[in-house]
């Protein structure tokens, strides 16, 4: 009775979701396992996710200097209010659409140096013995003031028993 011509055509996205309240979970799992086999954690995907920051930040650059340009001419003639608005509303899409990605794929914790356009000598980015110290230097600080907090509060505690005891002594 199958006619093998009529099972060839028949797909996936012809069948009801409601058949299989799962399937959506258990084909992206198989379609995620089949096309990525990579570590989602390895340096290629990471290089991968800053590259795809980094054209987040051309755009966004790109829509900063033309809502800037609207703006300085916006009472130039043949300059639009509302085009000037549009790309506003463009650049904050943007900006949230990269601040999500960055949040979604951890690129935005690691430090990122600046692009190697506007890189000068002055501004070679740290070496990890650097990173090391500047880091330990800031732990050291941190510790010092807990310290100095710890103590402050163990003083303020001996005055407060101390004038706790002489009123229940009176």
Do not use: W
């Amino acid at each position: 009775m199958n006619n093998p011509s009529q099972s060839s055509t028949l797909s996936i996205s012809s069948i009801p979701q409601s058949s299989f309240p799962n399937a959506p979970i258990y084909m992206s799992q198989s379609s995620l396992h089949d096309s990525i086999h990579t570590d989602p954690n390895s340096p290629e995907v990471l290089k991968q996710n800053v590259q795809i920051a980094l054209d987040h930040v051309a755009r966004i650059q790109s829509l900063a200097r033309n809502c800037l340009h609207g703006i300085q001419n916006a009472y130039q003639a043949g300059n639009s209010p509302a085009h000037t608005t549009a790309e506003l509303a463009a650049l904050m899409q943007a900006l949230r659409t990269l601040a999500e990605f960055l949040r979604q794929t951890g690129v935005g914790a690691y430090p990122m140096p600046p692009a190697p356009e506007s890189q000068s000598a002055s501004s070679i980015p740290p070496t990890e013995q650097q990173l090391i110290d500047t880091t330990a230097r800031e732990v050291q600080v941190l510790y010092e003031r807990l310290k100095r907090i710890q103590e402050s509060n163990t003083v303020a505690v001996n005055l407060l028993g101390v004038a706790d005891t002489v009123s229940r002594a009176r």
